[in-house]
């Protein structure tokens, strides 16, 4: 019930293009969702973050989808851009930081 | 923008030996984490501390782990008797406080390799 699974394990996009990330959800007690964006040799980096109580949110190109019904969120990248070439991780958390769950990763490859 | 600093990057040990990784987290930040990356897997949640305790610990973290802040800048992540499943990516995180608006940031990590 603490798991979040996050689909594509892999997803290849070509530059301009849309990317879309899914993740899904048990636990109810879940109140934060964040997303991080990890470079390799670096450590995930927070990238945006939803609460449940709004059903969108947008920064710039990156976009969340939050469906609270059906317990699901998705990221999307919007002109996508092969700097974006990353994983990804969907995670959530209840009750603040004390235990972030993070989703298996999706790695991004944007080509040119 | 401030950095968790970490080292080693890299870290190999025999098994059964002690391994103490170690982090500098953000100087004006009140709770400190490791988590941990097995190559190609999800990243897991350890530990967490705060005010000189832990506040909350997974399954994971058994009696062969052991945090410690032992100065006022420094918090180190001990395993007494590495076995080969404890080879990961240690990441080490920090946060100013506790809760939604309190953003968590992650250190770049230290490889722990166990023979």
């Known amino acids: 019930q603490q798991q979040v699974k996050q689909s594509p394990q892999s997803l290849i996009v070509q530059k301009g293009g849309i990317s879309i990330i899914n993740c899904a959800y048990e636990?109810?007690?879940?109140?934060?969702f964040p997303w991080y964006q990890q470079f390799p040799g670096k450590g995930p980096a927070l990238l945006i973050a939803?609460?449940?109580?709004?059903s969108e949110k947008k920064e710039g190109r990156f976009t969340i989808s939050f469906n609270k019904s059906a317990k699901q969120f998705s990221l999307h990248i919007m002109d996508s851009q092969p700097g974006d070439s990353a994983t990804y991780f969907c995670?959530?958390?209840?009750?603040?930081?004390?235990?972030?769950?993070f989703g298996t990763g999706t790695k991004l490859q944007v080509i040119p | 923008e401030p950095e968790v600093t970490q080292t080693p990057s890299h870290q190999v040990t025999q098994m059964g030996q002690e391994v103490i990784l170690r982090c500098v987290p953000i100087?004006?930040?009140?709770?400190f984490y490791w988590y941990r990356q097995i190559l190609g897997q999800k990243v897991e949640f350890l530990v967490s501390?705060?005010?000189?305790?832990?506040?909350?610990k997974s399954e994971i973290f058994d009696d062969q782990f052991s945090v410690e802040r032992p100065d006022g800048s420094n918090f180190t992540l001990k395993i007494r008797s590495t076995k080969l499943e404890d080879s990961a990516m240690y990441f080490c995180?920090?946060?100013?406080?506790?809760?939604?608006?309190?953003?968590?940031?992650f250190g770049s990590g230290t490889q722990l390799s166990v023979l």
């Open positions: 100087s004006n930040h009140l709770y």
């Open positions: 995180a920090s946060s100013p406080g506790l809760g939604t608006n309190e953003k968590l940031f």
């Open positions: 995670a959530a958390s209840s009750g603040g930081y004390q235990k972030v769950t």
């Open positions: 939803i609460r449940p109580d709004v």
């Open positions: 501390f705060y005010n000189n305790e832990i506040s909350e």
């Open positions: 636990n109810t007690a879940f109140d934060y």
